[in-house]
């Protein structure tokens, strides 16, 4: 059953999304076919500048909608009067969130994707790849200078961090909608209010765990390996950690305390 329910919420959101994906891969190479050109120079750059213009308003709505969608699926389809229907579908409650929230990832990694591809479409060339190529280098020679052998472990350790970022941010927002919608009156209100309170509780518990690590382990706060060592590892676990509860709060309240009124 899970899989029709990503089925269906694929479709539900493609219909919005990859129309927008298309335009922003269409003016970029409008744009990159632009550049070629010379006869669009004096009053005709006018055309070249609004092209481009389009473009990065392109970028910012592809983004920005991925971003409002993910919260208008979850409020309309789970917490508006189409709950009533889907909360009386045959499936545990917790194969609604993780639908939800596997279809949320897939999209936000898709936009940032399709982003790069488009900036790729756009600004490819030998000369820019070069540079490029050249950055990265010596990106990475500056981390093995700050970090020596470690840089590698750095890197590895801040994909997983982006990544466990990704799902806590989506899960908080989940679970601030469930908690807001848990009260009688104010429902929207008290879910920013949620979202606020959570957010600033476990930016607190995550700066008092790693002082206390950093005092009971004697780790020079000031020094640049503390990042690999413990900043890093301390975070990615207290993101587990913080996925887990948000996910078991959301689950619980649709389970017990659900209210659609």
């Not at 301390?234 to 948000?246: E, K």
Request: hydrophobic content about 55%; aromatic content about 14%.
């Amino acid at each position: 059953m899970l899989k029709k329910l990503i089925k269906h919420e694929l479709y539900a959101t493609a219909r919005f999304l990859i129309p927008l994906y298309l335009i922003m891969v269409v003016l970029s190479l409008a744009n990159r076919l632009l550049t070629n050109f010379d006869i669009f120079r004096g009053p005709l750059n006018t055309i070249r500048i609004l092209m481009l213009v389009a473009y990065v308003i392109s970028i910012v709505a592809s983004l920005a909608v991925t971003f409002i969608l993910i919260i208008l699926r979850f409020y309309k389809n789970l917490m508006s009067e189409e709950g009533y229907l889907m909360f009386t579908l045959p499936v545990k409650t917790s194969q609604l969130i993780n639908s939800k929230l596997i279809v949320s990832i897939f999209w936000c990694l898709t936009s940032i994707l399709v982003v790069i591809s488009s900036l790729l479409i756009l600004f490819a060339t030998n000369q820019n790849m070069n540079i490029f190529w050249q950055a990265i280098d010596q990106t990475l020679a500056s981390l093995k200078d700050e970090f020596g052998d470690q840089y590698i472990l750095f890197i590895f350790e801040l994909l997983l961090m982006i990544i466990a970022n990704l799902f806590l941010y989506i899960l908080l927002i989940y679970g601030s909608i469930a908690i807001g919608h848990s009260f009688t009156k104010n429902k929207i209100i008290s879910s920013f209010a949620s979202y606020a309170v959570i957010n600033t509780a476990m930016q607190i518990i995550m700066l008092i765990i790693i002082l206390f690590l950093a005092y009971i382990t004697g780790i020079d706060l000031e020094d640049s390996s503390i990042v690999p060592k413990l900043l890093f590892p301390t975070y990615m676990i207290m993101s587990f950690v913080f996925n887990i509860v948000l996910y078991i709060t959301t689950n619980h309240i649709f389970k017990r305390k659900l209210n659609l009124e």
